[in-house]
């Protein structure tokens, strides 16, 4: 353990004599150099919009009292009218989010593409592209912020209910409403299956990851699993560092990081043949979850049960009973 925590430690702190990687991840001020700036450009495209899509998730009210009124007074036109006329333009708003995950989708692959192409090993190109590194963090920081509004809303899932009913009745009538120009049945499906999913956005993610590495057959699952475990491991050394923590100059660059760290955990648990858990696993998971439970409850639940309800590996018959313990 002590070796394994020295060689964390040599990511941040071994000098150029020795031939270990020896970078520090500025989340906060890393700035795109030539050679990143085509992908890097792609990607802050998709980014700049990440902050309105969770100021509108966060605004989302929902329409459950129309919908209550509506459902107990089966007769009343102008009930059933409200009721369709509150939910037509959040089921519009629900379709955004839906699309905007189909872009972060793509971002990931270009992503991981320059994150994990040869010659370089994983830890080089994160040391060498680092702009792309706090680009891959920023697209985790944003997942896990709107899978933890998602799941704390079931007004969307109860929403997104009534519309496709209601629509299921019309269809049966005949009737053609304006709304499904733009949901049609196929998009209102892929939007179930998505809104459906206790951490979409999470599921998103470990499904590009997953398609990378099986798209990629030259490339060895390593150079992915390698980068993914390298980052957690970055994040975890400088969340429980004074000096490196002491180096950020605000509390939500704390935040950024532990979210950050858990998402690569679970991304890393969904791609790995045996997951983040096992023995032989390259993340500290007991390090890990012991930096989350230092920080105050409250900011961390969240993650920890991301952890708990989203990871792939954790109920292995190989998992630690410690790590279990942990994760109670």
Request: charged fraction near 25%; include cysteine; glycine fraction near 2%.
């Amino acid at each position: 353990m002590r070796n394994q925590m020295g060689n964390l430690l040599k990511v941040l702190t071994c000098t150029e004599l020795d031939q270990g990687p020896n970078f520090f991840l500025d989340f906060e001020n890393a700035q795109p150099t030539d050679g990143e700036r085509e992908v890097w450009n792609q990607i802050s495209a998709v980014l700049q919009d990440s902050e309105s899509m969770l100021a509108d998730l966060q605004a989302y009210k929902g329409a459950g009292q129309e919908i209550r009124d509506a459902i107990q007074n089966p007769n009343d036109i102008q009930l059933q009218e409200k009721a369709w006329n509150s939910v037509c333009p959040l089921v519009v708003r629900l379709k955004r989010f839906y699309e905007f995950s189909l872009r972060l989708e793509k971002a990931l692959q270009s992503l991981l593409e320059s994150l994990t192409c040869p010659p370089y090993t994983p830890t080089q190109h994160l040391e060498r592209e680092q702009a792309l590194a706090k680009e891959f963090a920023e697209i985790l920081h944003f997942t896990l912020r709107f899978d933890e509004l998602k799941m704390r809303n079931p007004a969307i899932q109860n929403d997104f209910s009534y519309y496709r009913r209601t629509i299921s009745r019309n269809r049966i009538n005949n009737m053609h409403l304006d709304i499904e120009n733009e949901v049609n049945n196929e998009m209102a499906n892929r939007m179930s299956l998505f809104y459906a999913e206790a951490t979409p956005m999470l599921k998103t993610l470990s499904n590009a990851t997953t398609h990378f590495v099986s798209e990629n057959k030259t490339l060895p699952i390593e150079n992915t699993t390698d980068c993914l475990s390298t980052m957690a491991s970055v994040c975890k050394v400088m969340l429980e560092t004074p000096e490196y923590r002491s180096r950020f100059t605000s509390e939500e660059t704390l935040m950024f990081c532990m979210r950050v760290m858990v998402g690569v955990i679970i991304l890393y648990d969904h791609v790995h043949p045996v997951g983040a858990f096992s023995k032989t696993s390259k993340i500290d998971m007991k390090g890990c979850i012991k930096v989350l439970k230092e920080q105050p409850p409250d900011s961390v639940e969240g993650l920890l049960n991301a952890l708990r309800f989203t990871t792939k590996h954790l109920n292995d018959e190989s998992t630690s009973k410690q790590i279990r313990a942990m994760l109670q």
